[in-house]
């Protein structure tokens, strides 16, 4: 059960692939930076198994519908949320994650037109959070050798791979997303570490439609309840 504003930020697909991408163990502590209305951090929990989820919300709206989504799913044991800044943690949080997931806006702060709506404008413009701003966050809060997963678009790339290694951040595996097989990726899963390896994986792309309004077999798989992890595919190219 997911409660969401009428107006505003709705989740999509993307987060669902996110909760997908995350590598973990169950006892590792993970953060979900800019969890929204919770999605990403209740399928960790309640799906996947994850046992000590925290998410970081800036506006404060979605931060009560998170927690109010948190109890309605039972999930007060493995999941809380916390309404704050990730350009402003407070000194708790550093070196204290082994994970780091996030969902962030996608489009630059001048990158076409702004939404009417505040919350949709945040969510989809680096209003209040870019991507330099993001890997600094991640990097404060994990661990040493702690893993960063996101997902993003394809044409930022160049800017992703410049933010993460200021950071000390190594891709260690992209994963693209295709819309339909053989057409342009929208959409790319990112894996990183803090001081990982320098090679990188690049996996088979995922389609996530193989027919007019019918998803392909993985995406399909996750929304029937037996999707296994996205990292697990092929990684031939």
């Not at 909760?19 to 399928?43: M, N, Q, T």
Request: charged letters at 25%; aromatic letters at 8%; glycine letters at 10%.
């Amino acid at each position: 059960m997911l409660a969401q504003p009428r107006e505003g930020y709705r989740f999509s697909l993307d987060s669902i692939l996110l909760a997908w991408w995350v590598d973990f163990e169950a006892d590792d502590r993970v953060l979900d930076a800019g969890c929204g209305v919770g999605v990403v951090g209740l399928a960790l929990a309640r799906c996947r198994g994850a046992r000590d989820v925290t998410g970081v919300e800036y506006q404060g709206d979605l931060a009560a519908l998170a927690r109010a989504n948190v109890v309605a799913n039972g999930a007060s044991a493995w999941v809380s949320v916390v309404e704050g800044d990730l350009r402003e943690l407070p000194p708790a949080f550093g070196n204290r994650f082994d994970v780091v997931c996030a969902n962030p806006p996608f489009r630059e702060a001048d990158g076409g037109r702004l939404s009417p709506c505040a919350g949709k404008a945040a969510a989809r413009h680096e209003l209040t959070l870019t991507v330099d701003e993001l890997a600094l966050a991640a990097a404060f809060t994990l661990k040493k050798r702690g893993r960063f997963y996101f997902v993003h678009q394809p044409r930022r790339l160049a800017e992703i791979f410049s933010a993460l290694g200021d950071q000390g951040f190594n891709v260690e595996r992209l994963r693209f997303v295709q819309p339909r097989a053989g057409e342009p990726a929208n959409l790319v899963l990112v894996a990183a570490r803090l001081g990982g390896a320098r090679e990188m994986v690049v996996m088979r792309p995922l389609v996530v439609h193989d027919a007019p309004d019918r998803y392909g077999a993985e995406v399909a798989a996750i929304y029937q309840g037996r999707g296994e992890p996205l990292y697990n595919q092929p990684t031939d190219v």
